[in-house]
Each structure stands twice: as C-alpha cells, then as structure tokens.
C-alpha cells in the first residue's frame, strides 16, 4: 500500500451499496456457492438453521476479506481499468472505513462461526481471512509472478470449512475440492492477465505476463490444465463423485484442454490484431468450468443421499 490510499480524494457521502461493493459480492457467491456444496457434500447432516446461519457468517468472513484487500490495494486499484471504479479509488468510501469494515466483520465472522457450528471451522476461516490479507494481499501479489498461485490457495478454502461446519473435522474429500479450485485458479487469472495485461503494467503487479512475458503465460496455462483435468478426471473416483460427475468432468475437461491448446499455439503476432477473442472464450469457459463441476458434486450428494451413489 502506498500514500495514494492516504491521499485518495473522498467527494461523497457513501451509501450502502458502496459499503456492500468493498465486500467484493461476486467473489462472495462463489465463496457460498463452494462452502455449501463442501457443507452438503458431508456424509453428516446439518440442522438447517445451523447450516443457514454458518454459511451467513462465512459470506461475511469473505466480504471482511475483500474490504480489507481494497484498503490495501486502492493504489494499485486506482490505476487498473477494471478496478478504478472500486469504491475507495473512486473516493466513494474512504480507506480507513474500509479498513474498519474489514477488521470488524473478521472478528464477527470467526467468532460467529465458531458459536453456530465449531471451533475447527472458525479457525479455519479465520486462517483463510490471514492467509488472504497478509501473505497474498500484502506480500506475494506485489513481489512474485507466483502471486496467484500461492495466493489462490485462500479462494480454495471454503468448500473445506464447509465440510468442517457439517463434521467438525477433516478429510480426504474436502481437499479434492479445494485442489480443484487451487489448480483452476492460475489457468483462469492467467487467460484474464493475457487481455488485461497493460493494466498489471500499469500498476506495477508482477504478473506472469509482466515478468515472464504472454508466450511463458500459455506454457504455464496448458500445463496447469493438464494436471488439473488429470485431477478433476481422477476426482470422480472419489467418495464425492459418482457416474454424473464423470460425465461432466470428461466433457468440461475436453473443452478447457481444448481452450488451453488453443492459447498454447497462438501467433504472437496475431494476439493483438483479434483482440486476444481466445483467451476471452477461455476465460469465459473458466467461469462455467467450476461452477458445473461443483454442482456435478451437489449432484452426487443428492443421489447418495438417497442411496443412489454409484459409487463411495
């Protein structure tokens, strides 16, 4: 964080929906969305009032997680086109609100968590929170192209708290999901640095396609999809898995490795002149890519629920 934050121009007076976008909304629902599935995908049943109130407090662990990224990345939000209009570069919401908001909700969330459904799954969302702030946010996103790698590990967590809110503890099946998340995460910010890359330039972040340059950026995308294809295949094996998830990883799969091909063997010198429309689609595909997956696994707790498993 740099004085741009210290000095940002604060011209109005904030409404609700500016405090509720420092939350990073988008990010929340995918937050929810892979929590529950994690909560639902437990071989133990959750009081549903139990279940509605952790999945509540964990929302607002990761909006808590997002008002304090925003506090400490306002300078270089300031000058990246896709996030000049975040409420505190726009002078909608001051820096030291921001920062505020997101240490207050931390401590209501954790402790929240940890009263409605268990010591382990507060802590674990407390670490997420820690692990999302200090080493990604504050160190590892401005000093090392491995930035979204080791970072990505924060957004892989909830599907894992979520099979913590149901059983208090750990097991092999939470970290398949959370393995999933970590490996599409390169893939899927690489493709969107790849069209967006003189924002990175701009701000000073050494992404991948700053520090290595756009050929490196498709070696590492294609590889990243094939160990995560193998892993997203292999899953279907798995307790949470069944015929329905297999079905839908092969085909899912079939079309990232595709994309990622497609990236791979791209003519830098065309990259410009199309308006990088590949990359687009992938990034495009990446968004659907998880989000069926996880409801592949949504889908086969459902069956096993009913004793319809095909298989675990």
């Not at 300078?75 to 209009?85: E, P, Q």
């Not at 791209?266 to 308006?275: T, V, Y």
């Amino acid at each position: 964080m740099t004085d741009v934050t210290n000095a940002q121009s604060f011209d109005a007076d904030p409404q609700f929906g500016d405090y509720y976008a420092l939350l990073k909304p988008r990010v929340m629902q995918l937050v929810v969305f892979t929590a529950l599935v994690g909560m639902l995908a437990a071989p133990v049943s959750v009081n549903p009032v139990v279940g509605f109130a952790s999945i509540l407090f964990l929302a607002i662990g990761a909006g808590a997680s997002g008002a304090l990224n925003m506090w400490w990345d306002a300078d270089i939000d300031a000058v990246m086109k896709r996030t000049v209009n975040r409420p505190v570069p726009a002078g909608k919401v001051t820096a030291q609100s921001a920062l505020y908001l997101g240490a207050a909700l931390s401590g209501l969330s954790v402790m929240m968590l940890s009263l409605s459904a268990n010591l382990l799954a507060g802590f674990m969302l407390a670490f997420t929170i820690f692990f999302y702030v200090v080493p990604y946010t504050m160190w590892l996103k401005r000093s090392t192209p491995q930035n979204i790698v080791i970072g990505g590990a924060a957004g892989a967590f909830p599907p894992v708290i979520g099979w913590t809110i149901a059983t208090g503890t750990l097991a092999f099946e939470p970290w398949l999901m959370f393995a999933l998340i970590f490996m599409w995460t390169p893939p899927h910010f690489w493709a969107l640095a790849l069209f967006m890359r003189n924002d990175y330039d701009d701000a000073k972040v050494p992404m991948l396609t700053v520090t290595h340059g756009r050929r490196a950026t498709r070696n590492h995308i294609l590889g990243y999809t094939i160990v995560l294809a193998v892993l997203a295949v292999g899953t279907a094996f798995s307790a949470i898995g069944g015929w329905v998830y297999l079905v839908t990883a092969l085909v899912l799969n079939g079309l990232f490795l595709k994309g990622a091909f497609e990236i791979w063997r791209r003519d830098e010198d065309m990259s410009e002149a199309d308006n990088f429309a590949t990359e687009r689609k992938f990034f495009r595909l990446s968004l659907w890519y998880l989000f069926a997956h996880f409801v592949a696994i949504l889908v086969e707790a459902a069956l096993s629920s009913f004793g319809m498993g095909a298989w675990g």
